[in-house]
């Protein structure tokens, strides 16, 4: 993917504040303000997990942490279409699973199968 920031403003990463606004959005998080709240929310996590060094998250504010709005300012210069193909490519060295492996199930059909589906253990 092409960075369209200024060499200045490709801290972080462009891959880091990809990856975060992926992982944002598969939590629930849309938009700027919100995907910032996701990366406030799972810092500690996301600093430990991915080895971001000086521990420099990219954020929505550009208070937050040094940052200066790279969730913002990757996402309004993004071409979404060109992402969706290359992370579709990527992730497709990640599923390869046969077609006869492959099960489907529907959820009102499995509560039916268990009793005190909704009681909590």
Request: glycine share 6%; charged share 20%; hydrophobic share 40%.
């Amino acid at each position: 993917m092409p960075d369209h920031r200024s060499l200045h403003g490709q801290r972080p990463p462009l891959w880091l504040v990809l990856l975060i606004i992926i992982m944002g959005m598969m939590s629930g998080y849309w938009g700027y303000r919100q995907l910032g709240r996701f990366v406030e929310r799972h810092r500690r996590e996301l600093i430990n997990i991915l080895q971001i060094p000086n521990a420099r998250v990219p954020s929505y504010s550009a208070i937050a942490f040094g940052a200066a709005k790279p969730i913002r300012r990757v996402m309004v210069n993004l071409d979404y279409e060109k992402l969706q193909i290359v992370f579709n490519e990527w992730s497709k060295q990640y599923s390869v699973i046969p077609s006869n492996e492959w099960i489907s199930l529907d959820g009102k059909s499995l509560k039916n199968t268990v009793s005190n589906y909704d009681r909590v253990a």
